[in-house]
């Protein structure tokens, strides 16, 4: 059963709950800044190639 916080961050039942949630809130953060960074350099040769 995950149970998920109004910041986001999905509880897991159990001792290491607030370690695995710290772990893998850094994990999905890491990946949306790495997608938003992959979007924008994307757009930024879609744009230029428009010019």
Do not use: C, Q, W
Not at 32 to 41: A, F, G, S
């Amino acid at each position: 059963m995950v149970r998920y916080l109004p910041n986001g961050r999905s509880v897991l039942p159990g001792p290491r709950t607030a370690a695995h949630n710290d772990v893998a809130h850094d994990i999905r953060k890491k990946a949306r800044t790495h997608m938003t960074e992959r979007i924008t350099v994307k757009d930024l040769t879609l744009e230029e190639k428009a010019s």
